[in-house]
């Protein structure tokens, strides 16, 4: 019930929102904010015949102006020659994302990075903590028509007994079409510090819609290394800040 008031309660939609499928934004909930988001990505005919689905669910929670938390937890399903496929609960954990300059839409510089930092506990292998990090920055123009981003990212799995690190960059920009209504264009990859076998880049269309209090972001990412396909969707509803 808390979930449909969120919904279907008309506002102008104020989150942590992007507008890039696989790409974190540099908008971040308001003062007491809340929101509820989710997000699927398929990996697909990556090394070269493993299938991977990932759907994360998220509440945010605006502490300050330009700080929020974040409370994910996601599920997995995984294909391939080796292994049946299975859907798996993967990870629970805690993020933080912290923007450097003001939000507010009179105040907010054309440039604005933030900072994101995940840690993460991995469900099946119970002595792994993932830790995720990134440094993303955005630039728009006057009217809001056009930003560009980039986003630096690097994934670590720290064991006692091993430790795996993964780049995870990209960059995109995205056009304001109509209204709310705006399509660009988006690369991205994962590269594997230490198996080559575990690295994809792949680049395509994005398309993001805002709507009263939700928002949707999506990508198709068509593979340019080791992957065939890898499209993206979030979404999300909020509340007003209090």
Same mark, same amino acid.
């Given at each position: 019930?808390?979930?449909?008031?969120i919904?279907?309660?008309p506002?102008?939609?104020s989150?942590?929102?992007t $507008?890039y499928?696989?790409?974190?934004?540099?908008?971040?909930?308001?003062?007491r904010g809340?929101e509820?988001?989710?997000?699927?990505?398929?990996e697909n005919?990556q090394?070269?015949?493993?299938?991977?689905?990932?759907?994360?669910l998220?509440?945010?929670?605006g502490?300050t102006?330009?700080?929020? *938390?974040?409370?994910?937890?996601?599920?997995?399903?995984t294909?391939?020659?080796?292994?049946?496929?299975?859907t798996i609960?993967?990870?629970?954990?805690v993020?933080?994302?912290y923007?450097?300059?003001?939000g507010?839409?009179?105040?907010a510089? %054309?440039?604005?990075?933030?900072?994101?930092?995940?840690?993460?506990?991995?469900v099946?292998?119970?002595?792994?903590?993932i830790?995720?990090?990134n440094l993303?920055?955005?630039t728009t123009?006057?009217?809001?028509?056009?930003?560009?981003l980039v986003d630096?990212?690097?994934?670590?799995?720290?064991s006692?007994?091993?430790q795996?690190f993964e780049?995870?960059?990209?960059?995109?920009?995205?056009?304001?079409?109509?209204?709310?209504?705006?399509?660009?264009?988006?690369v991205?990859?994962?590269?594997?510090?230490?198996d080559?076998?575990?690295?994809?880049?792949?680049?395509?269309?994005? *398309?993001?819609?805002?709507h009263?209090?939700?928002?949707?972001?999506?990508?198709?990412g068509?593979g340019l290394? $080791?992957?065939?396909t890898? %499209?993206a969707? $979030?979404w999300?509803?909020?509340?007003?800040?209090?």
């Open positions: 019930m808390i979930a449909a008031a919904l279907f309660a506002a102008i939609a989150a942590g929102r $507008q499928g696989w790409l974190f934004g540099t908008e971040v909930m308001p003062e809340a509820v988001q989710t997000w699927i990505t398929e005919h090394d070269p015949d493993v299938h991977e689905n990932t759907w994360g998220q509440a945010l929670i502490v102006d330009q700080l929020e *938390l974040a409370f994910p937890i996601e599920f997995t399903w294909d391939s020659d080796a292994t049946s496929p299975s609960w993967k990870r629970y954990g993020e933080a994302r923007r450097f300059v003001s507010d839409p009179v105040d510089p %054309p440039f604005a990075p933030l900072a994101r930092i995940a840690v993460k506990r991995d099946t292998v119970r002595n792994t903590t830790v995720e990090a993303v920055a955005s123009t006057a009217t809001g028509s056009v930003m560009a630096l990212g690097i994934v670590g799995a720290i006692p007994d091993d795996t780049a995870r960059p990209g960059a995109g920009v995205s056009f304001q079409v109509h209204g709310d209504l705006r399509l660009g264009a988006e991205f990859a994962h590269l594997s510090f230490k080559s076998a575990g690295r994809w880049v792949a680049a395509g269309p994005n *398309l993001a819609w805002s009263g209090r939700s928002w949707v972001s999506a990508a198709f068509i290394y $080791q992957i065939t890898a %499209p969707l $979030q999300g509803s909020c509340s007003d800040a209090r």
